[in-house]
């Protein structure tokens, strides 16, 4: 099959190379506003470069990847839309929760499929956790944690457009936690801190965050996110129920340095970044796409899904910056 891309930052470019190493895919016909960045993927990857987002919609695709500027999420996604192309587009859907509503509502009743790129939902452990959740081996759930925690900060100018923490960094915790429980939040108190980079801070944000997620059948979820994890990027999961505890993430690339006498564990070089720790859930996620387009599952991650996420991370943000509970129904009703 052919696919468009949309846009070839540091995201879209490691999309093109997955894209381009997967038996089902053709060829990739990209665009960017950038022409270096489209010149070097069609270099490297023999990738056709058109000059518009129109033209890659017109140049006989099978599906589209966006992974442009999230301010363009919304128009690419209904333009894809309206040219009956698949959809793959990087999370968020908008950027706020009111566009992402009208996104769809917009898209509600057409007959094209979209997918949001929520990758953790395509790593090995966190699928064989939600399988176990799903065959009832931990009994009923009583508490889950949820980790993310970055090496550095991103840049000053990331942050400032991120909209902050819990809808750049900490929503990723969420859609899992959701999928993995099979669950949904009710309720959510956040705390937050300053103790790194003063941009952060300056942009009205916290480098550091908790939250305590109360599930609709009672289960506390815990959430820990940080921009400055010396040791690397750490993403894990625990989940404990009355009958067993399992971990996601717990293995020897762990960055962790355990102080117990005699204790080499983890023994391997830290994970250092999220395309190292992901990488072939990437692949997977991808593939998924490619069989979407094909017709031969529906979306695994859909923009109710993206939408839902995105309702616990404005919870999140009240809650940090007006220090109390805050519902999701409260977020939902504006």
């Not at 937050?192 to 952060?200: H, L, T």
């Not at 399992?246 to 830290?270: H, N, Q, W, Y």
């Not at 017709?295 to 910056?321: K, V």
Request: with cysteine.
């Amino acid at each position: 099959m052919r696919i468009g891309i949309l846009g070839l930052g540091r995201i879209g470019a490691f999309h093109a190379e997955t894209l381009s190493g997967l038996d089902a895919v053709d060829s990739l016909v990209v665009t960017d506003p950038f022409a270096d960045a489209a010149k070097a993927a069609a270099e490297r990857f023999g990738a056709e470069v058109v000059d518009s987002p129109e033209a890659l919609l017109a140049a006989g695709v099978d599906g589209i990847v966006v992974a442009a500027a999230t301010d363009a999420h919304p128009a690419l996604i209904l333009a894809g839309v309206e040219a009956g192309i698949p959809v793959f587009c990087e999370k968020p859907v908008a950027k706020t929760m009111s566009e992402g509503v009208e996104v769809l509502k917009a898209v509600q009743g057409k007959d094209v499929p979209i997918q949001i790129g929520y990758n953790r939902r395509f790593d090995a452990g966190f699928v064989a956790a939600r399988a176990a959740v799903q065959a009832g081996e931990l009994g009923k759930l009583h508490t889950v944690r949820s980790t993310t925690l970055d090496p550095a900060p991103p840049p000053a100018a990331y942050v400032a457009a991120s909209g902050g923490i819990f809808r750049d960094c900490s929503v990723h915790d969420f859609d899992i936690i959701r999928w993995v429980t099979g669950h949904e939040v009710t309720e959510v108190y956040a705390v937050g801190g300053n103790k790194g980079a003063d941009y952060i801070k300056e942009a009205g944000d916290a480098d550091t965050t908790g939250a305590i997620l109360t599930l609709d059948d009672g289960t506390i979820a815990v959430v820990s996110n940080s921009r400055h994890n010396a040791r690397g990027h750490d993403v894990r999961m625990e989940i404990h129920g009355f009958e067993d505890s399992i971990a996601v993430g717990l293995e020897d690339k762990l960055p962790l340095r355990s102080v117990e006498p005699g204790v080499t564990f983890p023994s391997g070089t830290p994970h250092n970044f999220f395309m190292d720790r992901f990488t072939a859930a990437y692949r997977a996620e991808l593939t998924a796409f490619t069989e979407v387009v094909a017709g031969t599952r529906p979306s695994p991650c859909t923009i109710e899904d993206a939408l839902e996420a995105g309702w616990i991370a404005e919870a999140c943000t009240l809650s940090l910056h007006e220090h109390r509970p805050v519902t999701i129904e409260e977020v939902r009703q504006g």
